[in-house]
């Protein structure tokens, strides 16, 4: 027991504690500024596809758009429903947002760790923080006192819960090849001899992993829960202000945290040849970020039942026998 506690006699390493502050605030502001101008390529580029102008009054090229959007959002009134549950009410975006930061800490953006926790269960601590969002956003839909938000919230909750599944399954076809749940590690066992991404031997993973990652971000064709033909806005629709943007940031936040999983599990993360380390690792973000705005432009939304159904029927079984290949694939080559 005594040594159990051992830790309390240990003085404060404040160096420490003051760099972790200082990369977390570093981290934040990059991610606020990634998140801006994702929303403002995402408008821009649907807007190419589908013969419109998008963003262009606000600021050379449209470029200060989502800046004005976002001083809207932060001065406009903070209205709480009458018959809310109003301590829920005023928690729930909080409890969507805190998880979809807090899984940026292990994910390596460059070959020097730089602001990266290089933790042995990284790959666990992201499936396990990313399932926590799915709590504000059911408590956001039930404290609103909404049919339409209640019904998102529900929907949401089924369908994170459906597609985590597939989704945790397909990374440890990964997990296995690199014997490690450490990021760091999975990128450096791809740059190893021979030197393969491991797209190759686990494409069928990454299928139904970038199906899984769809389905988690709530996105198109899988936006069930803020179908807005349906439910108006979903489990948001009662918020206003700055809590609704709690949930938006929460939202975009998490599409460059699953972009940035998927480059590091499937594509050498920071690896590739000329370049530096964060470059290539930009540059697989932006073409995950791209392909996610490319699926919202073109695909239609599809039923709940659907969408519950190809989960539990197609992806889950694909992810298994993809775990058995993975299995015996490691065991012919040693």
């Not at 991610?31 to 262009?56: A, D, E, H």
């Not at 959007?69 to 429903?81: A, G, S, T, W, Y």
């Not at 799915?134 to 956001?140: A, D, F, K, S, T």
């Not at 964060?278 to 392909?291: D, G, S």
């Amino acid at each position: 027991m005594a040594d159990f506690f051992s830790w309390v006699d240990k003085p404060l390493d404040t160096h420490a504690v003051l760099n972790m502050i200082i990369g977390a605030v570093v981290v934040l502001a990059f991610i606020l500024g990634v998140v801006t101008y994702s929303i403002y390529f995402q408008r821009k580029l649907i807007g190419w596809m589908q013969w419109r102008i998008g963003p262009n009054r606000v600021g050379p090229l449209g470029l200060l758009q989502t800046i004005a959007d976002v001083l809207k959002l932060l001065i406009k009134e903070d209205v709480v429903p009458e018959k809310a549950d109003r301590p829920i009410f005023l928690i729930a975006p909080m409890l969507a947002f805190f998880p979809s930061f807090m899984v940026l800490a292990v994910i390596p953006f460059s070959a020097n760790h730089v602001f990266t926790a290089y933790s042995n269960v990284g790959v666990l601590y992201y499936i396990a923080l990313s399932a926590m969002t799915i709590i504000g956003v059911v408590l956001g839909g039930w404290a609103s006192n909404n049919k339409y938000s209640l019904i998102g919230g529900m929907r949401s909750a089924a369908q994170m819960i459906s597609y985590e599944v597939p989704l945790a399954m397909s990374v440890l076809g990964v997990v296995l090849m690199a014997g490690s749940m450490n990021l760091v590690k999975i990128v450096e066992a791809q740059i190893a001899f021979p030197y393969v991404w491991y797209i190759v031997p686990q494409f069928l993973g990454f299928c139904v992993f970038i199906i899984s990652a769809t389905a988690e971000l709530s996105r198109t064709p899988f936006d069930l829960p803020e179908a807005e033909s349906e439910l108006v806005s979903g489990y948001n629709t009662e918020y206003s202000g700055f809590r609704f943007a709690f949930f938006y940031l929460a939202e975009y936040v998490y599409l460059f945290a699953m972009s940035g999983l998927g480059a590091t599990l499937y594509f050498g993360g920071w690896s590739g040849p000329f370049l530096s380390g964060w470059i290539w690792f930009a540059l697989k973000v932006t073409c995950f970020i791209f392909f996610f705005f490319w699926l919202q432009a073109t695909m239609p939304r599809i039923r709940t039942d659907q969408l519950l159904t190809f989960a539990w029927k197609v992806l889950i079984p694909l992810s298994i026998v993809n775990l058995v290949l993975t299995a015996v694939l490691k065991y012919l080559l040693h």
